[in-house]
């Protein structure tokens, strides 16, 4: 999974699609959680709330906190 959200985010870059990279950014942002890789899910669920912000997509920013909260809690309990 982490290797076609990586070329699924190249593809939405290379066609200057900011609000489909969002969303790719949050996907892989689970990806990297469910791997147990923190640091970078952090930094992808970053990534997907400035993108969000940015095109004022309340509904995917708040998805992206949430899913932010739960890794900063895991983090906590390892």
């Known amino acids: ?18 609000e489909v990279a969002g969303k790719t950014w949050a996907d892989l942002g689970k990806v990297y959680r469910d791997m147990v890789d923190y640091d970078n899910a952090i930094t992808a669920y970053t990534n997907a709330r400035d993108i969000a912000v940015e ?22 309990d390892s």
């Not at 999974?1 to 900011?18: F, G, H, M, T």
């Open 1 to 18: 999974a982490l290797e076609v959200y990586q070329q699924a985010l190249q593809i939405a870059n290379e066609s200057d699609d900011r």
């Open 55 to 76: 095109f004022k997509n309340y509904e995917l920013a708040g998805a992206v906190l949430l899913d932010m909260g739960q890794v900063y809690r895991n983090m906590n």
